[in-house]
Nanobody
Framework: VQLQASGGGLVQAGDSLRLSCAAS????????MGWYRQTPGKERELVAD???????NYAEFAKGRSTISRDNAKNTVSLQMNSLKPEDTAVYYC??????????????WGQGTLVTVSS
């Protein structure tokens, strides 16, 4: 599975931003897609993800400010982030994961896109 992310950039606190990610390859095995973020010295953390059936999961810091959506026909996932804060500054990674009975969960990652929120 290959993931191509787009969006990101420099915004001001309070602004909104939309990240998009397109999946290609063996997408039939993908169970869910989502977004993670990482700052220097910290572990990568989930922002939000969404299953093929549309079930969503948000990190506490993202609830109420973010909306994740998925277009199964286009194999894309988007993350709308509102009311951005300086602490949202991070590299955001698109993620997709597949599950196989023998291999278990396999994660795939996009190239990462930098979001910088200025105060």
């Amino acid at each position: 599975v290959q993931l191509q992310a787009s969006g990101g950039g420099l915004v001001q606190a309070g602004d909104s931003l939309r990240l998009s990610c397109a999946a290609s390859g063996n997408i039939l095995s993908v169970r869910a897609m989502g977004w993670y973020r990482q700052t220097p010295g910290k572990e990568r953390e989930l922002v939000a993800d969404i299953t093929k059936d549309g079930d969503t999961n948000y990190a506490e810091f993202a609830k109420g400010r973010s909306t994740i959506s998925r277009d199964n026909a286009k194999n894309t996932v988007s993350l709308q982030m509102n009311s951005l804060k300086p602490e949202d500054t991070a590299v955001y990674y698109c993620n997709a994961w597949a599950y196989h009975n023998l291999l278990g969960r396999t994660d795939f990652w996009g190239q990462g896109t930098l979001v910088t929120v200025s105060s």
